[in-house]
Each structure stands twice: as structure tokens, then as C-alpha cells.
């Protein structure tokens, strides 16, 4: 190629390398600027905590049960059409968004609308990678838009913070709706992958939408329905919660949906996806890492911007400013560990990260008492950070590997409805275990407390019961007023709910350490020798072929 040539291509590989950190910035974007603007979004909508809990999980719900689906849908009329076609979703539902008046029609937009859009922009963009790089430049421009990816969650904190605090958090969203715009504009320029005459299995498809939703929704319901018991009062289904059922349930059509696509593959059908890879070990290790790093950055992400914003009652641009330790630790990894150390031992590396996390979040266990201010998650959150740098720096190249490079599409839905499964799990698991442990403190300490009268504490049983919400002291103190509640018994009020805000936090914190922990068990199938050695160069690890 000659050196005219040479710089032209470099200039179009930039553009499209540019074109794709873009979507996948914006992707991952959305659920950062939530998390540090939750309390803002709610009082803005007239809901509550628990509402805006719902739109995150839903949000990354819709894309863990429809990603393996959209990608197949992209297979069938073309990756870059696909691509197309989820930014158009996406922006409709960014503009939703930005202008939703209630809780009702940011569900539409945010969760459903932008969620089905990303499901289809998320595995095109692996495709998309394959098709515009040679073999040899491929690593590198995965890592890239994986870093895009970290860049989103390590600024998004910030951004969100800064346009909710001087503007409002629909600006983000308004901002989305551009970005969109711009990409489609150039998306011409991008190698397109043609379509492929394979058929969409509806009833792999289904079957995935359902279990994954049953299993997720039941564990969002359960503070408000109960684990196994139904709460007093509240929705029973044969004298138990409905939330054991949805699990059950889920968890029996999860097991059809895999029979199912082993009876495709035996029988020379088309399954959703291949059966193989979930047999193949080192694939499985890099899925269920990824899985558990969502998980517990997902109950993280949803609960310390809550001590911020909620119990000491900081902006949202001062909750963004908390995180930035959490930010700037997490690029260094994610860059400075494969550079410094590009021969790491990638099962060290990812133990390394999974500790890391674990002792951040276990500062935060003892941190949470009556004297906790802003500092007390400053060393926690550098050290979240350089766990999750340290994941992000290694799993990616894992999963990837793992399968020829003609299998990278498909690795790439299994490897994004992983995340999101996580997300949405963490979001919903932590969520739950924080309202549940608050409903049930207030209501101990208000029928504990002698000076609160009878009246009052019959109605906090009664209202409590079904979940409370997560509120300020400011925004308790204004409804106590409101309720005409006497001075000394809303002041008694206002100590108990205090004490029990922290006590739902510590426990929620230690639920998540506690799945961190239980994700060390499962870094076996990590491969000690990393990605590019000499050991390795051979034909990646085989699949077991073997029916199920």
C-alpha cells in the first residue's frame, strides 16, 4: 500500500474506531448519570428511590434478555443496518426521556425504548470491529472501545452531576439525542458485515425474555412481596410470596430455554445461540467474572451515590466530585496494567481486582456509623476502582479468545447480556436488601420507642409494611410538618429513620462483599497465561462438542 493510501486508511480506521467508542460510550453512559442524579430524577418525576431503582433495573434488564436476540437480528439484515437501526431506537428514546413528566414515560423511553435500542447497537459494534480491521489491529481497537466503555462509567458521575446541578439531568439526555444524529450521519463510512440467510429462533427467544424477566422482576418485588414468606398484607400466591414463584418459574423456563437449544443444535437447527460455548471453560470463566463484576458494581453504584446524596444530603455535582477517586483509579488500571505488565498472569490480575473491591467495600461496612461524612468513601472508591480497572484490563481479551474469530459476534451478545444480566441483578438484589432492612429497622425502632405515640406507630407498621422510602432528613422532616406530627415525637421520628438509613446501607454493602467473595470461587477458569503469548498460540482452547 503506499503511503498516500496508508494515511487515508488510517484516517477511515480512525473515523470508524471513533463511530464505535461513541455508541459504546453513550450505552454505558445512561445508568452512571442515573445513579448520581437519582434523587434529583425522582423529586423532578414525583416518585420515589424505589421508582428510579425499577428504571435501572428495567433498563438494563431489556438489554441482558434481548442482546443475544439483537444480534442475531443483526446477523440476519446486516450488522451496520442493525447498527443503524438501534441508534434510531435509542434516539427516540433518549428524546422520550428528556422530556418524560412522570415516572410512567420515563419507563417507556429509558428502559424499554433505549434498552431495545442498545440491544441491537451493542453486538454490531463487535462485528463492526471485525469487519473495518485487520486481524493484527483487532485487539487493540477492542480494547479502545472497551475503554470507551470505562470512560462512561468513570466520567459519567461527574457529567451527571455537573449538568443536573447547574441545568438539569434531561440535558444529558438531549445531549444523547445529538450525539445519535452525528453518528448516523457518517455511518456510511463503516464496513458493513452483509447479511447472513439464517433464521431467528422466536421460541429461543421468548423463552430467554421470559425466564431472565421472571427472575429479575421477582427479585426487584421482593422487598415490597417478601422472599418466601408474603409480607403482612400483602400479595400471596398459595401461602407464599410471589417473588419464590417468579424465581422458581424463571429459573424452570431458563432450564427449557437450554434444552431447547441443545434439541437446535442436535437436529441441525439454527439456535439462538450455540450450546458448545457455554461449554467451553474459558469462555464460561470470562462470562461469569463479567457477570459478577456488573453484579457488585451495579449494588455500588446504586447505594453510595444514596449515602452521598440522601443521608448527607450532597448535590448531584458534589456526589459526582466523591466518585472521581473511583474514576481516575479505574482508568489507570484498565490502561497502566496491560502496558506496564502485558505478560500479567490474568487469573492473578482478576483475583487481584475481586480483593481490591472486597476491602473497598468492607471500609465501607465499617465506615457507615452516625459520624460518617463525605471522606469516609474516598479510599473505598479507589480502591473500587482499581478492582474494577483491573477486571476491565483482562476480561475483555478472555472472552474474546476463547473462540475462533468468526465466533466473535456471537461471544460478544453472550459477553454483553452477561453485564447487564449483572446490572440488572445487582441493581435489583442491593435495592431490595436496602429497603427491606429500612422498612424493617423504622418499624422496629418506632414500635420500640416509648415516646411515639400508639396512633402513630399502628399507621408505621400499617404504611411500612409494603417498603419505605429511602428520604432525607429534610424531606421526613417537611412530611412530619406536613402531618402535623408533634416536635418531639417527629424529632424522635427523624433519630430513628437516621439510624436505620445507616443500618440498611451497612447491610447492603455487606450483601455485596459477600458476592464479591463468592466470585473468587468461580476464577478458576481464568487462564494463567494471557492472550498473545507464546503458550498461546496456538488454536484457542477447544469446545466440548459433546451433546448435552
Known amino acids: ?70 444480534g442475531k437480528i443483526g446477523t440476519i439484515i446486516g450488522r451496520r443496518r442493525a447498527f443503524a437501526l438501534g441508534l434510531i431506537i435509542y434516539g427516540a428514546g433518549s428524546l422520550t426521556t428528556a422530556l418524560s413528566p412522570n415516572l410512567a414515560v420515563l419507563l417507556i423511553g429509558w428502559s424499554l425504548l433505549e434498552g431495545i435500542g442498545a440491544a441491537l447497537i451493542m453486538p ?36 451527571g452531576g455537573a449538568v443536573t446541578t447547574f441545568a438539569s439531568w434531561r440535558y444529558v439526555f438531549a445531549g444523547e439525542v445529538v450525539i445519535v444524529l452525528l453518528i448516523l450521519l457518517v455511518l456510511r463510512r463503516i464496513n458493513d458485515v452483509p447479511p447472513a440467510k439464517v433464521r431467528l429462533d422466536l421460541v429461543g427467544s421468548a423463552l430467554s425474555v421470559v425466564s431472565l424477566g421472571m427472575i429479575v422482576f ?27 414463584w417468579l424465581v422458581l418459574g424463571g429459573l424452570l423456563v431458563l432450564y427449557g430455554f ?3 437449544e441443545a434439541h437446535l443444535a442436535d437436529t441441525g437447527g439454527e439456535p439462538l445461540i450455540d450450546p458448545r460455548l457455554l461449554r467451553n471453560r474459558q469462555l464460561a470463566g470470562g462470562l461469569s467474572m463479567f457477570f459478577a463484576q456488573f453484579t457488585v458494581q451495579a449494588g455500588v453504584f446504586f447505594t453510595v451515590p444514596l449515602f452521598l446524596s440522601v443521608v448527607l444530603e450532597l448535590d448531584a455535582l458534589q456526589t459526582g466530585i466523591r466518585l472521581i477517586p473511583l474514576s481516575v483509579a479505574l482508568l489507570l488500571a484498565a490502561a497502566g496494567i ?6 500479567a498472569n490474568p487469573r492473578r490480575v482478576v483475583r487481584f481486582g475481586l480483593a481490591s473491591m472486597i ?45 475462533p474469530d468468526s465466533q466473535s459476534a456471537e461471544v460478544g451478545g453472550l459477553q454483553n447480556t452477561a453485564t447487564n444480566l449483572g446490572a440488572s441483578l445487582g441493581t435489583a438484589l442491593i435495592g431490595s436488601v436496602l429497603i427491606a432492612t429500612l422498612s424493617t429497622s423504622i418499624i422496629a425502632g418506632i414500635q420500640a420507642d416509648p415516646d411515639v405515640p400508639q396512633s402513630v406507630q399502628e ?40 439510624d436505620a438509613r445507616l443500618e440498611a446501607l451497612q447491610v447492603a454493602y455487606a450483601v455485596t462483599a459477600l458476592l464479591a467473595i463468592t466470585a473468587l470461587f468461580f476464577t478458576g477458569r481464568i487462564p494463567r497465561t494471557p492472550v498473545g503469548s507464546p503458550e498461546r498460540k496456538a488454536a484457542p482452547e477447544p469446545t466440548d462438542r459433546r451433546s448435552s
Do not use: C, H
Open 1 to 70: 500500500m503506499s503511503p498516500d493510501k496508508e494515511s487515508v486508511a488510517v484516517a477511515g480506521s480512525g473515523l470508524v474506531l471513533t463511530v464505535l467508542a461513541s455508541s459504546q460510550f453513550l450505552m454505558t453512559l445512561d445508568s452512571s448519570v442515573m445513579n448520581v442524579s437519582m434523587a434529583t430524577v425522582a423529586s423532578d418525576l414525583g416518585t420515589t428511590i424505589t421508582g428510579i431503582q425499577t428504571a435501572i433495573t428495567l433498563y438494563t434488564l431489556v438489554m441482558a434478555t434481548l442482546m443475544i436476540t439483537g
Open 124 to 159: 454490531a459494534i463487535v462485528a463492526l470491529v471485525a469487519a473495518n480491521f485487520a486481524a493484527e489491529r483487532r485487539p487493540a481497537a477492542y480494547g479502545l472501545v472497551a475503554a470507551a466503555g470505562a470512560m462512561a462509567v468513570a466520567a459519567g458521575p461527574l457529567i
Open 218 to 244: 421477582g427479585v426487584l418485588r421482593s422487598s415490597e412481596w417478601g422472599w418466601v414468606q408474603a409480607k403482612p398484607g400483602g400479595t400471596a400466591i398459595a401461602g407464599l410470596s410471589p417473588v419464590v
Open 258 to 260: 437450554l434444552r431447547w
Open 338 to 343: 496491560p502496558k506496564l505488565r502485558p505478560k
Open 359 to 403: 476491602v473497598g467495600i468492607l471500609f465501607l461496612v465499617a465506615g457507615m456509623d452516625p459520624g460518617a461524612n463525605a471522606g469516609v468513601v474516598a479510599v473505598p472508591m479507589l480502591l473500587m476502582g482499581l478492582g474494577l480497572g483491573a477486571l476491565a484490563s483482562q476480561l475483555g481479551a478472555v472472552t474474546v479468545s476463547a473462540v
Open 459 to 498: 399507621r408505621a407498621t400499617t404504611e411500612l409494611a409494603s417498603g419505605v422510602p429511602f428520604l432525607s432528613d429534610t424531606q421526613l422532616a417537611a412530611a412530619l410538618e406536613e402531618a402535623s406530627v408533634p416536635d418531639a415525637t417527629a424529632q424522635d421520628i427523624l433519630d430513628i429513620n437516621s
